[in-house]
Each structure stands twice: as structure tokens, then as C-alpha cells.
């Protein structure tokens, strides 16, 4: 180990004239939000690598990411899944740090954690770790990139690993059904090729040609030049730079090779197409998808973010609104779908309804309706000026990131793409209005240059017949998922541009009401201290001011942050749960139905930056949040919706059974919302093994839990509108209300905010509720074992992987604070040596991880480990062992 040590002294000392070289100042005056209190710079060091410095001296998470400007497009032919691969293997030693876990363990030891991920032609490692060790982290971090090593002994066993994680995508309809998106892409361009590697394409007959291939691979593409870094830190920017010259310097110089490739993802004759795909779940969508030039040569224009905004708009007189009305959409979306440097696919992105899906020939038509709508309508001044309005005003006024680590993956690709003095601002700024360049693009999105992608549940048919191949059907070849494609005819062409005229109801959107002008702070301007700390461990809290039988209201204003927004947060407690599981579901369609009768009014308001949720599992939770200036306006049309749609549907029918036009809006609705809850309740033993274990532990833990299939047998039956009205009184007959007002709002406003929720509650004939039950925990004994076995093949036979969840419960919290400290830090850093162990050394699966455990007022600790290595139950004695001791194990932590 000395003499290991040495060399590497003596290697730095060889490149010391690079490594210790100033840095080129390319950019001291970066473009930030007013109230930003953090210094930035862009530094270049001797080597070609560009940094962003960020200093802030209030921060208690230091953090740091580098992108490199290679992904899977530059895979070698031979071993598809390779950058995948290499990002993997960076992990398990270095030169100076050979030891394969002393990365994750320092950043676990030290309040942090790391990741990675590979995309198409970027790859991203980032960290967090508390701040004062942020210099043992970059010194661990940037050896990645001076001196990996590719451990011999590594490799075998990481191939295991990648092969783990592609069969976990193999049954994740996300990953199938991109893999058949890829499988229409042109044969010669990297998009068409698999790209996250198993044991078959990584060589597993030839480990070290493989790690060859690697070291040759990590030369050509990991220089310098082609690498961009964020960090950020307390120290000073001066003390950032000179750490990050000391640990960054020695990074071999070279800018990689360029983007090049032989023709478009999807040329002319790859368009105009249908692909039909049959998902594992039950699911419904249409994807109408256009090729277009890339995003990069329009950074500061943004023609893709102008069509996004109008044509997957939800406000009234959309297409979503339109076919929210018809009952056959559950989401639409519209955006890129990929993007690259020579191209991207923009997509319009429909969730059916069991409705929408018998009618999807009507809705292809309704979109081509809209979009020639927009099309017709041409670029529009004030619709561009009204988006870079509201992104503006987000970049303004934006929160700091909820972790600096986000902050520094964003800042790191940022770098790739946009000036040093625009890396923040970058992807918010609208700065070019460039109509030509919308003719452009809009004149691209008709009917015979598209990609149709149909999903159905109801394809499954056609697939078991035994003409299916005949008919064209095939499994795609890695992941098996069964499709079929077409050309689009010419009778479908011509329905598809015959519009239905004004009769179909669309309409472009109005000018939004909601955009804020008042963005004046309410805080103290003099506040000092734990007035203004962010932080968490010294923060001055809320101030309960108002309690009663009824209504308990905490206010706390912002001093710390000082952005004008305001949230509401409401936890509304009522005994509706003990009442039975049809009770709990139709609770759940009202709140549905309360939020999708809203929606075309309240889209606006999201755009606006301001958001509402009313959710119900044992009691309710609500919230509204955003710009503080016209919450209210939100807040009150938010609370007097839940009043007039508990009405509405009392009076819905009137005598003979003749049921009004509102009703029968509030009727439509329901069904749909009653079939998407049917849908996911369904959907259950589809999702991972560990959601499926997930649920059965809460079902274990929580005594008195209504089981899933009761809740489907209670909604299968006809639900009527008087049933959701009766549902309604009665959950909210008897309440108590916790009412939480933060941000930017004053007691006097707070305490208004708590009136207008109490008169919106009374309006549904709430009163106080006189006690509030609490859910009762199953208490484990001491000593003994409770096994839950649930035999997932039996209702997913395509399930290859199973999962072993073990809970280790400790006890209640808030009892013995000490021991509750001492649980949090025994299970951080229980979960570095538990992925260690169980992931890397034992490859019992792709998904090991071991945390806190908490079932509300009771915790302890959790480990789950989800693969196809070995049965359950051995599983759980190599889990066992783990705890017991050794090296590497419960001694240890």
C-alpha cells in the first residue's frame, strides 16, 4: 500500500506544472436571481475542464457534479451497454482509493451520498456531503476521473449487476415500451441500438477484453475538455478554486471526440407510421410524435417550449377540455420526447379512459384538429411573450433547490449548453422571438409526418391469436414487449385531416389571469438570528395562533428565504375511515372529481406557479401553495368547488329521473374517475415486487386496514351521483382542522387564509369533531419472527424478480429522543454496508437498500433486496447475516 501511495505521489508530481496551473477566469458576473445571496464564478482550468464555483456560506450540505459529454450513443458496436457499464465501474476503486467502497462510505459517514446516471450523450456523477467535508469528498470524487482503476476482481461481478438492473427494466412497461420506440428509429443511428448492457452484450465470455475495452473507451472519451463541473461550498470562491485546481488539475486534457453520426434517429421514411404496443399493465395512450431540428440550435428561442405550452395546454376549449368533456382522457402532455444534438421528437402525449380507448380514431382526429388549429393560427407575439413572462418570473423568484446536489446536476449540464454567464438562467430565458423559426417547426407537425404510438391493454387479443405474426405482430427484441407497425393509409390520413369544424368546441387559450404582479416580502426586514438561519436544526418554529375545539392554526413567516410565495397545508381529520371501504373509495372519487371538475379553470393557475391537492387515505390533506399574490383568488374557488360539486350532485336529477346538463358533466366525470381508480387498483400486482411487498407491510403493520380488493369490490358496484354527495356530507360531517400557514404571509393573513378554510368546510355542514382515533400498530414481540409470504407469480407470471423486505421495528418515537438519534444514524449508515454487502459483493439484486422505517408513530429500521439471485426466504438470511456480524456488518456499524 506504501509503495501504491508512493507511485501515485510521484505520477502527480510528474503533472504537477498542469495540475497546479491558475485557472482562466471565463466568467465572474453570472446571471442570478436578485435575491440569491450565493457568489458564483466560471473558472477554466489548465486542462480544458469548466467549473462552476458556487460559495455559500449558509449552506450545511456542500455538493458537486460533473458531466462528461459522452453517453450510450458512443458505445463501441461490439459491446452495447458500455458507458452504461463504465459509469458502474467508476465506482469501485481508484488508484489512490483502491478499496471499491471507500467513496460511498466516506460520503455515508459524513452526512452525504452519491449517484450516477448515463444518458444519451451525457453522463452525470454528482454527490452531497455535510460541508465541512467537502475536500475528503472532491479528493475521493475526482479520482473517477484521474485514476480509475477497472478492478479485475470488479468486473464479473459488476456485469452481474447491470444484467440485474436490465431484467428489473424488462418488466417495466416504461423501459418496453422504449425500447420499441428505439426499434423504429433508423437501424444506422445509435438511438436504435440497446443500450443498458446484460451479460450477453457486455462479453461475459471475455471479461477482459471487456475491461480492456473500458480502459480504451475512458481514454477517447473522458478528457478534460469534454467534462463541465458544478460545485458548491462555504468556503470563499477563491478557496473553491484552489481546491478544485488541486483535485481537478491532473484530469486528462483533450476535448473528446465530436458528435457524429451517419444519418437522422428518424428520417423522412421512418415517419408516417402507426406502432401499436401491447403494455403489461392495463393502460391506455396515444403518442403522436414529430422529428424536428435539434433544441441546441435554438437555445435562447425555444420554438419546442411556444408548441409545448399551446398545444398541451388544459385550460378551457383545449384539447384536453374538449376530451375531458367526452370522458375519454384521463392526462395529456406535450413536449420533447427525446432530444439529442442532431435532432429531437416532439410529442403530444394522451392518457385515455376505457371511453377514450373505444374512440381512439375520434381522438386522433380531435388532436390533428388542434394542432392544425395552431397551426393555422400561426406564431403568436404575445403567447411567446406570455411564457417568457412566467419563466422569468420563476427565475426570479426561484427557490433554492430543495438539495445543493440538484442544484449541481442542473449547473453541470447547464454548462454544455449556455454561456458561463447564463448557466443558471439559461433554460428559463426566452430571449429571441423568432416566428420564422416557429413557421418552421409548425409547419412539421401534420398527419403524414408522424410517429403514431397506439398502447392498449386490449391489443393483447390480437397478440394470443394464432394469425398474429401474419398480421405483423413481433416481441421486441430484448425486452420481449409484443407490437406490431403500419403505414398510415390514405382513408386514415384523410379522417385524420378531415376537422369537425366549430362544432368541436376547441378554442386557443386566453390571456392567463393568474400571472402575479405584487411580489412584495412580508418578512421582517431587521430579522437576525434563527430568524433567518436555513438550518433545519436551528430554525425558530411555527407559532400556534389559534386553538380551538375545532381549528388549530400554526403561522410562521419567511425570513429566511425571502421569496414571495405562501403555502396552506391542512390536515383535516375525520372518522370517515372506520366507517368501511366503499365509504373511503367514494371520499376518494369526490376528491377526484372535485379536482377534475376544477381543472380547466385552476390550469392557468399552475402555469402561474401556484398548485392545490385535496387527497384522502385515512383522513384528508390539502394543500394550496405558490405566488402569494393571488393564492387566495385560487384558495377560495379551490374551497367553493367542493361545496357546489357536493350540491350539484344532490340536484343533478330531478323528477322522473331526467337528469340535468351539469349532472350529466358531474356523471361523466364520475364514471371516468371510477374506472382510473379501478384501473390502479388493479394495476397493483403489476407494479415492482417491492411496491407489491410495500403495501402487504403496511397491510401487516396497520391493524384495521381495509384490504385493496374490498375497495374494488365497493366501487365496482354502480355509484350513483347522490351516493357522492352522501359521501360527502358525511366525511366531512364531523372534522378537526390542523391548518399550517408558511412563506410569505403575515399573522393577520394567515388567520384570514384559516378563515375562508373553516367557512369553506362549514359550507359542507362540518362541525367539530370531539376526538381524533389513531391508527393502531401492530407491536412486534421481542425476539420472535412474523413471516408474510405473497405468491406475486400467481397474478404476474411475467414477474421475474422477487423482493424480501425485512423491518426490524424499534419502537415508538418521540418516547426516548436519544434513542431516536441514535436509530436515524445507525440506519444511515447501515445503508452504505447493506448495499455493499448485499448489492455489489453478494449481487442478490439490483435494488438493495436499508433505511428508516416509520408507520406513524412507531419506527425502526428497513431493508429491502428485490433480484432473481436467490428464493425469498434465503434472501433473508443473507440479510440476517449481514446484521449478525462480520467485517462488514452489524458489529462493524
Known amino acids: 500500500a506504501k509503495a501504491s501511495s508512493g507511485a501515485s505521489r510521484r505520477g502527480a508530481t510528474a503533472v504537477s506544472a498542469v495540475a497546479t496551473a491558475a485557472p482562466t477566469v471565463v466568467e465572474d458576473k453570472v446571471r442570478a436571481p436578485a435575491n440569491d445571496q450565493r457568489q458564483y464564478r466560471v473558472v477554466e482550468l489548465a486542462n480544458g475542464m469548466q467549473v462552476l464555483l458556487t460559495s455559500d456560506a449558509t449552506c450545511d450540505s456542500a455538493a458537486a457534479a460533473l458531466t462528461v459529454r459522452c453517453g450510450t450513443f458512443q458505445d463501441t458496436d461490439d459491446r452495447p451497454g458500455l458507458a452504461h457499464f463504465h459509469e458502474h465501474m467508476l465506482f469501485l476503486g481508484t488508484e489512490k482509493y483502491p478499496k471499491e467502497d471507500e467513496y460511498t462510505r466516506y460520503l455515508s459517514e459524513h452526512g452525504g451520498d452519491g449517484n450516477a446516471f448515463t444518458m444519451n450523450e451525457y453522463t452525470t456523477y454528482y454527490f452531497k456531503v455535510a460541508s465541512p467535508h ?31 438492473e436490465s431484467t428489473n427494466y424488462s418488466t417495466e412497461d416504461g423501459w418496453r415500451l422504449q425500447q420499441i420506440m428505439k426499434a423504429t428509429a433508423a437501424p444506422d443511428h445509435p438511438f436504435f441500438r440497446f443500450d443498458v448492457g446484460n451479460l450477453g452484450t457486455l462479453g461475459a465470455d471475455d471479461p477482459m477484453g471487456t475491461r480492456q475495452k473500458l480502459i480504451d473507451w475512458n481514454k477517447e472519451h473522458y478528457q478534460a475538455g469534454a467534462m463541465r463541473l458544478a460545485v458548491v461550498g462555504r468556503q470563499s470562491l477563491e478557496d473553491l478554486e484552489q481546491l478544485i485546481v488541486t483535485q481537478f488539475g491532473s484530469v486528462r486534457d483533450g476535448s473528446g471526440p465530436a458528435f457524429k453520426y451517419d444519418t437522422l434517429p428518424w428520417p423522412k421514411e421512418k415517419l408516417g407510421r402507426v406502432v401499436y404496443c401491447v403494455p403489461l399493465k392495463e393502460a391506455r395512450s396515444i403518442s403522436v410524435c414529430w422529428a424536428l431540428p435539434s433544441a441546441d440550435k435554438q437555445l435562447f428561442a425555444k420554438p419546442e417550449t411556444y408548441m409545448a405550452h399551446l398545444l398541451g395546454h388544459e385550460g378551457m376549449g383545449s384539447l384536453h377540455d374538449v376530451l375531458n368533456e367526452r370522458g375519454w382522457v384521463d392526462q395529456l402532455s406535450a413536449g420533447p420526447s427525446q432530444s439529442f444534438s442532431d435532432g429531437q421528437l416532439f410529442a403530444v402525449n394522451i392518457t385515455l379512459t376505457p371511453e377514450g380507448d373505444e374512440n381512439r380514431e375520434n381522438v386522433m382526429a380531435l388532436l390533428f384538429e388542434w394542432v392544425e388549429m395552431v ?9 411567446f411573450e406570455e411564457i417568457a413572462s412566467l419563466n422569468e418570473i420563476s427565475f426570479a423568484h426561484k427557490e433554492e433547490s430543495p438539495a445543493n446536489d440538484d442544484f449541481a446536476v442542473s449547473a453541470a449540464m447547464s454548462l454544455h449548453k449556455y454561456p458561463a454567464a447564463e448557466v443558471l438562467r439559461g433554460p428559463f430565458a426566452l430571449d429571441e422571438w423568432k416566428p420564422e423559426v416557429v413557421t418552421e417547426y409548425l409547419k412539421a407537425l401534420t398527419p403524414d409526418n408522424c410517429l403514431v404510438f397506439l398502447t392498449s391493454s386490449a391489443f393483447s387479443e390480437e397478440v394470443g391469436k ?31 385531416k378531415l376537422a369537425e369544424g366549430g362544432e368541436s368546441g376547441l378554442a386557443l387559450p386566453m390571456p392567463n389571469p393568474f400571472i402575479p404582479t405584487d411580489f412584495s416580502l412580508r418578512g421582517d426586514p431587521a430579522a437576525s438570528g434563527l430568524m433567518v438561519t436555513k438550518l433545519p436544526m436551528e430554525v ?29 397545508l391542512a390536515h383535516i381529520h375525520t372518522p370517515v375511515y372506520d366507517q368501511g371501504p366503499r365509504e373511503v373509495a367514494l371520499i376518494r372519487l369526490f376528491c377526484s372529481v372535485v379536482y377534475d371538475d376544477l381543472n380547466a379553470y385552476a390550469y392557468d393557475a399552475s402555469c402561474a406557479g401556484l398548485n392545490y391537492s385535496l387527497d384522502f ?8 401553495g405558490g405566488f402569494s399574490h393571488k393564492l387566495s383568488e385560487l384558495l377560495d374557488v379551490f374551497l367553493s368547488r367542493l361545496r357546489e360539486v357536493a350540491e350539484d350532485c344532490e340536484v343533478a336529477e330531478g323528477e322522473g329521473g331526467a337528469v340535468s346538463e351539469r349532472g350529466m358533466e358531474l356523471l361523466s366525470s364520475l364514471e371516468v374517475q371510477r374506472q382510473l381508480l379501478i384501473q390502479d387498483y388493479k394495476n397493483l400486482t403489476r407494479e415492482e415486487p417491492y411496491a407489491v411487498g410495500s403495501y402487504y407491510l403496511g397491510q401487516t403493520m396497520l391493524r384495521d386496514s381495509w384490504h385493496i380488493e374490498e375497495y374494488l369490490s365497493a366501487i365496482e358496484e354502480p355509484v ?26 403575515t399573522v393577520e393573513e394567515a388567520r384570514t387564509m384559516a378563515d375562508r378554510v373553516v367557512e369553506g368546510f362549514s359550507a359542507l355542514g362540518s362541525e367539530p369533531l370531539e376526538e381524533v382515533s389513531r391508527r393502531k400498530i401492530t407491536k412486534l414481540t421481542a425476539g420472535t419472527s412474523t413471516v408474510f409470504e405473497y405468491d406475486l407469480a400467481a397474478k404476474n407470471p411475467a414477474q421475474e424478480n422477487c423482493c424480501t423486505q425485512n423491518i426490524y421495528q424499534v419502537g415508538a418515537v418521540g418516547v426516548d429522543a436519544k434513542r431516536d438519534a441514535a436509530l436515524s444514524v445507525i440506519c444511515h449508515v447501515a445503508s452504505t454496508s447493506c448495499y455493499q454487502r448485499l448489492r455489489t459483493e453478494e449481487q442478490l439484486g439490483y435494488i438493495v437498500q436499508s433505511g ?26 443473507r440479510i440476517e447475516a449481514w446484521l449478525g456480524g462480520g467485517p462488514k456488518g452489524g458489529r462493524e456499524i
Open 134 to 164: 467537502l475536500e475528503g469528498a472532491l479528493d475521493r470524487f475526482s479520482q473517477f476521473f484521474v485514476g480509475p482503476t477497472f478492478d479485475k476482481g470488479c468486473v464479473e461481478r459488476e456485469m452481474k449487476a447491470v444484467d440485474s
Open 375 to 383: 397551426r393555422q393560427a400561426g406564431p403568436r407575439r404575445e403567447v
Open 466 to 496: 394464432e394469425d398474429a405474426k401474419v398480421k405483423g405482430w413481433q416481441n421486441e427484441e430484448w425486452y420481449g414487449a409484443p407490437f406490431r407497425e403500419e403505414p398510415i393509409n390514405a382513408d386514415r390520413l384523410a379522417k385524420w
Open 540 to 568: 425558530t418554529p411555527p407559532t400556534l395562533i389559534c386553538k380551538t375545539p375545532y381549528l388549530r392554526v400554526w403561522q410562521k413567516t419567511d425570513n429566511a428565504f425571502k421569496t414571495p410565495r405562501q403555502y396552506v
Open 617 to 624: 387515505s385515512d383522513s384528508f390533506s390539502m394543500s394550496c
Open 720 to 745: 350513483t351521483l347522490k351516493d357522492l354527495a352522501r359521501a360527502a356530507r358525511e366525511g366531512f360531517k364531523k372534522t378537526q382542522i390542523e391548518l399550517f400557514v408558511h412563506g410569505n404571509a
Open 852 to 877: 428508516v422505517w416509520a408507520e406513524g408513530h412507531v419506527a425502526g429500521l428497513n431493508v429491502i433486496v428485490q433480484g432473481k439471485s436467490l428464493p425469498p426466504r434465503e434472501v433473508d438470511q
